[in-house]
């Protein structure tokens, strides 16, 4: 157990792996991950796969196709929450959870969902307070052509980004 006195929040580690850990803060009672240790840009944070497979996306999916979602395993990546300014990315063509940028020891995995999701099953209002935040996030089929600039996607993403622009 810790206290941050600059985020005034109480967390418990509750998974520990060897590139990162789980931890939940205990007044949102949200689930975050943290690495454990630092990644230069495009180091390969972690390889992953399908614990499960679903023709609709979930909450805690990935979209790898039309009607293909997985569930992911090791289930602790599912805990990487989103950013607008996120530091990893899910490669779902080479199965690889890959660094954007260099990512600090303690630091959290982000992703920008939307990277991974063209319709997503919950729209929700980000709140991750950068200065590009695109407000609410509800899939890459939503997305201005200069946000979609602005991102890596997945390959499928790509694909069906290609096909509206």
Not at 51 to 68: M, R
Not at 147 to 163: E, H, M, P, V, W
Request: glycine share 4%.
């Amino acid at each position: 157990m810790s206290y941050n006195s600059k985020t005034s929040s109480l967390t418990f580690v509750i998974v520990s792996a060897e590139i990162a850990e789980i931890r939940i803060d205990a007044r949102q009672n949200s689930r975050s991950l943290y690495s454990r240790k630092t990644f230069a840009k495009d180091d390969v944070i972690a390889q992953f796969g399908a614990k499960e497979t679903f023709s609709e996306p979930t909450y805690l999916t990935v979209q790898v196709g039309d009607n293909e979602h997985i569930e992911l395993l090791p289930e602790y990546l599912e805990c990487i929450n989103h950013s607008c300014e996120p530091n990893c990315f899910f490669n779902t063509t080479t199965l690889e959870l890959v660094a954007l940028k260099e990512i600090a020891e303690d630091e959290e995995l982000t992703f920008f969902y939307p990277s991974t999701e063209w319709d997503m099953d919950q729209a929700f209002k980000c709140t991750c307070g950068n200065k590009g935040c695109i407000g609410m996030v509800k899939g890459a089929r939503y997305l201005s052509p200069e946000n979609i600039a602005k991102y890596r996607f997945t390959d499928f993403i790509a694909g069906k980004l290609k096909s509206i622009l």
